[in-house]
């Protein structure tokens, strides 16, 4: 298995603009999850989801975040507007069961809004 | 507000010696404990972990301790290797969640 994939590994863009993160989770893994790593706060979880349906979003930030999995091989991180604070690495992890059978995650996406 | 805590945000240590590094956290819900390890460019990748029911957890030159009353844990390399240095992660959850809370990570530097 390749692993998770995460596309862009970067991307930088102006304020104001949509950004849009994607990811491949690992085929099987039921559960997928949205982390955003900052130095002050290390790694944050925005979203996680279960077969598809988001099951816990009280990590995102605000309303400009949205996140979607419309079938079992992908799942979007929308940011819109973005602004500079959303500077981040934003990394995706996969699952097939609780914390204990452990997450496999993606290489990230960094962001830089300017 | 931040359930685990990594109060060294970096650790500078010799080729050979143990390194320590320490995590903190205030949920007494949490009864899992993970340590992840990152290098630059790349996700984190699990390391070891451990559960309430144990103070201590080894693999290899990695070993983790828990302190439950303390609420403290930590992961003790040894010897430690240039192969190490990366930014270790304390993770908690309790057992059987699907959530990880996070610390904010401690970047170790083995030093030749």
């Known amino acids: 298995d390749a692993g998770v994939i995460q596309s862009p590994r970067h991307e930088v863009t102006e304020m104001g603009q949509e950004v849009t993160l994607r990811c491949k989770p690992i085929?099987?893994?039921?559960?997928l999850f949205w982390y955003r790593q900052t130095m002050m706060r290390g790694l944050e979880l925005l979203i996680y989801?279960?077969?598809?349906?988001?099951?816990?979003d009280s990590g995102m930030p605000e309303d400009r975040f949205s996140a979607k999995m419309p079938n079992a091989s992908f799942s979007t991180l929308k940011i819109q507007p973005s602004e500079p604070r959303d500077s981040a690495v934003y990394f995706c992890?996969?699952?097939?069961?609780?914390?204990?059978?452990?997450?496999?995650f993606g290489s990230g996406t960094r962001l830089t809004v300017v | 507000d931040q359930q685990v805590k990594q109060n060294s945000p970096s650790l500078s240590v010799q080729e050979g010696r143990i390194s320590i590094l320490n995590c903190d956290y205030t949920?007494?819900?949490?009864?899992?404990f993970l340590w992840y390890k990152k290098y630059p460019a790349e996700g984190p990748t699990f390391l070891i972990s451990?559960?309430?029911?144990?103070d201590k957890n080894e693999d290899g030159r990695f070993t983790v301790f828990l302190n439950k009353s303390a609420k403290h844990l930590s992961l003790h390399i040894v010897p430690s290797q240039p192969g190490d240095s990366a930014v270790y992660f304390c993770?908690?959850?309790?057992?059987?969640?699907?959530?990880?809370?996070f610390g904010a990570g401690t970047t170790v530097t083995v030093r030749a």
């Open positions: 992890a996969s699952s097939y069961g609780p914390v204990n059978y452990g997450y496999t």
């Open positions: 085929s099987g893994h039921d559960y």
């Open positions: 989801f279960n077969n598809n349906v988001p099951i816990d």
């Open positions: 949920n007494s819900m949490f009864d899992y």
């Open positions: 451990i559960s309430s029911i144990k």
């Open positions: 993770a908690a959850s309790a057992y059987n969640d699907y959530k990880l809370s």
